[in-house]
């Protein structure tokens, strides 16, 4: 068994900073891409951004310069860096990661940007 734990949601002001994770843990081999999407309410969830196992990156256009995706193989963890945040950031993020055992989602955690 796969699981994916995530952190780092909160409440900050617009313009201000957050930073989540997303640890992997279980019965896997490879971790392949991991990512980050979200969903706002009444939205469908949408990509914010990807990393590869490799390193390459990508991003959605409206966070491109603002959100940085990094990854720890040592720890199976995946973080992402938000700055400048902005009202329409205001989501449920959850971390996906795609591993020898198939692909699996975290359980959200929810960013609210407000001031």
Known sequence: QVQL???GGGLVQPGGSLRLSCAASG???SIYAMGWYRQAPGKQREL???I???GKTVYVDSVE???TISRDNAKNTVYLQMNSLKSEDTAVYYCKSNTDRGS???QGTQ???SS
Request: charged share 15%; hydrophobic share 50%; proline share 0%.
């Open 111 to 113: 960013v609210t940007v």
């Open 104 to 106: 699996i989602w975290g």
């Open 27 to 29: 019965s896997f081999q």
């Open 48 to 50: 914010v951004a990807i």
């Open 52 to 54: 590869e196992s490799a």
């Open 65 to 67: 310069g603002r959100f």
């Open 5 to 7: 734990v995530e952190s």
